[in-house]
């Protein structure tokens, strides 16, 4: 039976802006949105029901997919992903998580996600790199909210925390570079200039 997955590009965090431009409107050197690059290689992917979790509408609505705000407010990256899999839970049975700062991530890093989730369904995995965990590159089934729920009630605000506690997968990824986050003006002229 073919699994039925989605897509959450989680877009909240506490670093919004890096030079004054907010980070869901960074750019690629050839002026190609971050976002819109994100959405095609989803699309790609072979995902095609996308949204972003964003308290930012405005932003986010000209690339025509929806925008959902987080219903769980200071919970962090758990609280939007909790926003995701409630989203969804009724309409696919996983779903594909990845940050909106990661504009390196490819197709072909979602589809071996998606291969290697595809072996175990009943399971997450997440990315890994050497020994760092990249726990917003994920793909969960959406029947684990509840859990993940129960762990933001008590407190819990680490996703990786969570994702061991629920004995997820840990995919080994060999190229770095996928996974470069901007978080700061340094991460982002560091990628302008690998990116040119």
Do not use: C
């Not at 939007?80 to 390196?104: C, G, R, V, W």
Request: glycine share 6%; no cysteine; net charge neutral.
């Amino acid at each position: 039976m073919e699994v039925k997955i989605s897509a959450a590009i989680l877009a909240g965090g506490k670093t919004q802006r890096i030079h004054g431009i907010h980070k869901g409107e960074l750019k690629l050197p050839n002026g190609e949105p971050v976002i819109r690059k994100l959405i095609h290689a989803i699309r790609q992917a072979d995902i095609h029901d996308i949204i972003v979790v964003s308290d930012f509408d405005e932003i986010y609505r000209k690339y025509h997919i929806e925008v959902i705000p987080d219903q769980r407010k200071q919970a962090g990256p758990l609280g939007s992903i909790e926003t995701a899999l409630s989203h969804f839970q009724q309409k696919t049975e996983a779903t594909l998580l990845l940050p909106y700062d990661m504009p390196n991530l490819s197709a072909e890093d979602m589809l071996y996600l998606k291969q290697s989730f595809l072996k175990d369904p009943s399971s997450l995995v997440y990315a890994q790199v050497d020994e760092t965990q990249h726990p917003l590159f994920a793909l969960v089934p959406n029947n684990i909210l509840s859990k993940m729920s129960g762990f933001i009630e008590k407190g819990e605000r680490k996703t990786s925390t969570v994702w061991r506690a629920l004995n997820g997968r840990k995919i080994p990824f060999k190229n770095a570079r996928s996974f470069l986050s901007i978080n700061t003006p340094a991460d982002l002229d560091e990628w302008l200039k690998d990116a040119g």
